[in-house]
């Protein structure tokens, strides 16, 4: 199972991240504690090995904005959380579904994209409330072709639990990681030791 550790905002918090095993570090542009700009992205992560993967985490973004960010950031995904006006970006798109047992169904049909994040409702934030979603609502079996991501209030407490239940491809953590709210080496590298 692959694990995408999320709202990276120094290199240390990436160096750690890499260091011990991380798929993919995620780095928030929509307005948010964790919020980072390209520029700072692009400083923080110029180690980063090719086969790490740098996404970019967007809300209702103007394709524009999210291209110029691609390239300035030097990302390799984007996530996309809120209202989608395109799935065609020169990336890959992980199309991020929140759970609340009615529209889950409409954002699966509706997207093409091959990674589904599945998150908490939105609360103060569209993403990143460090809130696990009722498990009970989601069933990814019927789900075909697609990369399925968990994420909502994940800590290395609950990720193993998460992985017998969904089986996904792969999983997602911010808040989970953090102390006070910030990221925390030690619990970064304790959920991806659980974690995979």
């Known amino acids: 199972m692959k694990v995408k550790i999320c709202g990276l905002k120094t290199k240390e918090q990436v160096d750690v991240a890499v260091a011990h095993g991380a798929d993919y570090l995620g780095f928030v542009f929509a307005k948010s504690i964790r919020q980072i700009t390209p520029e700072e992205v692009k400083e923080i992560t110029k180690n980063v090995p090719k086969e790490v993967k740098k996404v970019g985490v ?3 973004p103007i394709q524009s904005e999210v291209e110029a960010i691609i390239q300035q950031a030097g990302l390799d995904m984007v996530q996309i959380h809120g209202d989608l006006t395109t799935e ?3 990336v ?3 199309r991020a579904i929140p759970v609340n047992g009615v529209d ?4 699966i049909k509706e997207t093409s994209a091959e990674f589904l994040l599945f998150d908490a409702p939105p609360k103060k934030f569209v993403g990143g ?3 696990v979603f009722d498990w009970q609502q989601l ?3 019927s789900i075909k072709n697609k990369k399925i991501i968990i994420a909502g209030g994940l800590t290395p407490e609950n990720v193993q ?3 017998q239940r969904f089986n996904p491809y792969a ?11 910030v990221k925390d080496p030690k619990k970064i590298i304790a959920f991806l030791k659980k974690a995979t």
């Open 171 to 181: 999983v997602d953590v911010s808040s989970g990681v953090e102390t006070n709210g």
């Open 58 to 60: 967007f809300v209702s």
């Open 129 to 131: 409330n460090g809130e």
């Open 104 to 107: 889950q169904e409409k954002y």
């Open 139 to 141: 069933d990814t079996s």
């Open 161 to 163: 639990q998460a992985k």
């Open 88 to 90: 065609n970006y020169t």
């Open 92 to 94: 890959p798109l992980i």
